[in-house]
């Protein structure tokens, strides 16, 4: 499966390395979470999900799963960085961002429990 197209982080100026994340399509989050590909679709319209890509195809990196389902603080951080103004490729740019303070990336943080950090840092992204 290749991956979306590479987007660019104007908070930044960075450009986002996607080819790194393993991405899920669509049929294959559903199968993982036992819910349809509609349900998934649904997910990412609701925010619970984020990805790459638009209409029928999107693309959800797999690190947003893990065996109990969606990653847990996941849908909090997706919330509190859309409401500070963030696209879905900036999401992804800051979830998979490098952060020493944490140390790792929000999304290593957030699969390791320790969301209550990654909570903070999104919601002073907007400031």
């Not at 984020?50 to 799963?65: C, E, Q, T, Y």
């Not at 509190?80 to 103004?85: C, K, N, P, V």
Request: net charge neutral.
């Amino acid at each position: 499966m290749s991956p979306p197209s590479t987007p660019r982080n104007p908070r930044g100026n960075l450009v986002l390395v996607l080819e790194s994340i393993h991405w899920l399509s669509v049929d294959e989050v559903a199968a993982r979470l036992k819910v349809s590909p509609n349900r998934v679709r649904q997910l990412i319209r609701d925010g619970q999900l984020a990805g790459s890509g638009s209409g029928r195809d999107p693309r959800v990196p797999a690190d947003f799963l893990d065996e109990h389902g969606i990653v847990k603080g996941l849908s909090g951080t997706i919330t509190l960085l859309r409401d500070a103004g963030y696209s879905e490729a900036e999401m992804l740019d800051w979830l998979y961002k490098s952060d020493d303070s944490l140390p790792g990336t929000p999304i290593q943080a957030l699969r390791e429990n320790r969301g209550t950090e990654v909570k903070r840092r999104a919601q002073a992204a907007g400031f």
